[in-house]
């Protein structure tokens, strides 16, 4: 077993016009690319165990651990700004992940396969961007998601919402491609039956699959809305691979 890579990088991004910062781990294997919860940094996985939670697979070279920072504070969690703002700014870090990180990942990966992965808040960047390029993504991983990001624009409505909304888009997708590489995928969502969320899981789960694109809703007992429970789905639900 090879000890830990581990890894900071930084650069100026031109998709949001500023610096940004993420961490790398693992030598070998799928990335995971990992999402922070609500205004999070790029050590939040580190620093909340979720790293270490999932240390053995990294070591053994099944996987390769991106954590991203994110832009929340500029986006959704700017109440002054207009909401379409918000929702430009969103767009942006859409645009930095997939033609910033992304090709970051594939000239240092021999492996194409793509994980997206977030908790809570960090469930809505995996899904969104995963279910919004799904060529790109093989497996969405949301543990305790927000699904329906409308509640943070405030009535606000546009087409750039709605790409950015997979509860919105997914009934109306006719596109053959787009489906066929949807039901493609791996989406699993793990969600405690007292947390507030699980209504919004269900609902996504029911519009996935009245498309039929398969998925797994995962219910567990209780709120299971912390980082100890994380770390317990995150080695259930990536530790294999189909």
């Not at 165990?49 to 994110?70: F, K, T």
């Not at 504070?73 to 703002?85: C, F, I, L, N, T």
Request: proline share 5%; hydrophobic share 40%.
């Amino acid at each position: 077993m090879t000890a830990m890579h581990r890894e900071y990088h930084e650069w100026w991004s031109p998709s949001l016009g500023r610096k940004m910062e993420l961490l790398e781990f693992g030598h070998a294997g799928a990335t995971i690319v990992a999402f922070p919860t609500s205004a999070g940094r790029f050590f939040e996985w580190e620093d909340r165990g979720m790293v270490e939670a999932i240390r053995p697979m990294i070591e053994r070279g099944w996987y390769r651990l991106v954590c991203l920072d994110s832009v929340d504070r500029e986006s959704w969690y700017a109440r002054w700004k207009h909401p379409g703002g918000r929702v430009w700014r969103q767009v942006e870090y859409d645009n930095y992940v997939y033609h910033e990180v992304l090709p970051f990942v594939d000239a240092r990966a021999e492996d194409p396969y793509v994980i997206a992965a977030g908790a809570s808040f960090g469930a809505y960047h995996a899904l969104s961007f995963g279910m919004r390029h799904p060529e790109r993504v093989r497996r969405i991983l949301a543990m305790s998601g927000l699904v329906d990001i409308k509640m943070f624009a405030d009535g606000y409505s546009s087409d750039e919402l709605y790409r950015l909304n997979p509860t919105d888009f997914i009934p109306n997708e006719t596109d053959p491609e787009r489906l066929a590489r949807h039901r493609g995928q791996e989406l699993i969502f793990a969600v405690g039956t007292g947390d507030r969320l699980v209504h919004q899981n269900r609902e996504l789960s029911g519009k996935l699959w009245a498309k039929g694109i398969g998925n797994a809703l995962r219910e567990w007992d209780g709120f299971a809305h912390d980082w100890p429970v994380w770390h317990r789905m995150i080695n259930l639900y990536i530790g294999g691979r189909a």
